[in-house]
């Protein structure tokens, strides 16, 4: 029998909120992150809004010297993980922090020092480039520079698998303690990437909304007039360990991981297959992985980005996997407030399916306004509803056609 993994901390930063539970109660007040952008001059972009962290000073909370040496996206992934480690109330010292790892995934890390620099050396230089330039842009950044500041030396990796990196990650940390390479793993997603180079590319691929007269209501999933995603910022980060060594240490569970799929949809490289097959297999394994059937999912914490393709294979892919049983959960995307944090998206929803669990409630899906023939199943419109969730099932998906499903499940004995 392979070894139980137990959640025993998390944290969160996020446009909604700084902290998990500034975050959590934003998401049950149905507030959308959205607002124009004000981290760069966007008055050129077809999109002039996006879903920016607020009231985030990296200087203030690192002191320069630390702040220069890390991109937002890791200073995100730091926060995070401080404040997962301080609710976990783990320990680390030479006793353990040899079986202790860290996993942070990203879908295309420090992209705003890439930015940063390259107009350095363009206005004043090659010599005048920072020589922090490659350690804070490396996707591992966050992950390296976490084990320094915490002293682990167990399983230490990041993971790009786009969208779906965040799923990735806590997975990959799952399956480590499993085998027995760890006995507990910092795991989550990070992810910065509000630079107009980003904005610009999304842009031209038609992925991101343009509705710049009303950006509170553009995240809009499975809604019929969706016309795109709102692009997002921010952190996720689970402390997860071996069930007997929480036990053993008195930690406080606070569910446990119990399942975890993934697949390729080996179709387009940004576009997912219409059928959502690929999907459909990465649920499908989750729920082998976790020993459940389509009757024990109560919950799903859906990808949901409120792009035209996704929404409808999504929807598609659920139906494969549940059949009319589909029909009777809840499926809501949290994205319709937080925006689309990329390689973090999964690992913030991983901490709402599980806020979800413990509070016996569950988000809604807001600006869910006209319903689409295509996307026709419980997308928990616009109000919060309260459902104590045993099992929930989180998907997430990304360019290259990368599939990641978790399932979390009440903590019992």
Sequence with gaps: MSRRVVVTGMGCISPIGNTVQETWDALLAGKSGAGMITLFDASKHKTRFAAEVKGFDGVALFGVREARKMDRFTQFATVATQEALEQSGLKIDDSNRDRIGIVIGTAIGGIGTIMEQAEVMRER????????????????????????????????????????????????????????????????????????????????????????????????PFDK???????????????????????????????????????????????????????????????????????????INAHGTSTPLNDKSETAAIKTVFGEQAYKIPVSSTKSMTGHLLGASGAVEAVFSAMAIRAGIIPPTINYETPDPVCDLDYVPNQARKVSPQHVMSNSFGFGGHNATLVISRFEE
């Design 125 to 220: 230089g090659i010599d005048r480039v920072s020589p922090f330039l490659i350690p804070m842009m490396i996707a591992d950044s966050a992950a390296g520079m976490l084990a320094i500041r915490v002293g682990v030396r167990g399983p230490n990796m990041a993971v790009a698998t786009a969208c779906a990196s965040g799923n990735n990650a806590i997975g990959d940390a799952l399956e480590t303690i499993r085998r027995g390479s760890a006995d507990v793993m910092i795991a989550g997603g990070a992810e910065s990437t509000l630079v107009s180079l980003a904005m610009a590319g999304l842009n031209v691929m038609g992925a991101l909304s343009m509705r710049n007269d009303d950006p509170l209501t553009a995240s809009r």
């Design 225 to 299: 007039n969706r016309d795109g995603f709102l692009m997002g910022e921010g952190a996720g980060v689970l402390i997860l360990e071996e069930l007997e060594y929480a036990k053993a240490r008195g930690a406080n569970i606070l569910c446990e991981l119990t399942g975890y799929g993934t697949t390729d949809d080996a179709h387009h490289i940004s576009a997912p297959a219409e059928n959502g097959a690929g999907a459909a297999m990465s649920m499908k394994l989750a729920l082998a992985n976790a020993g459940l059937t389509i009757n024990d999912i109560e919950y």
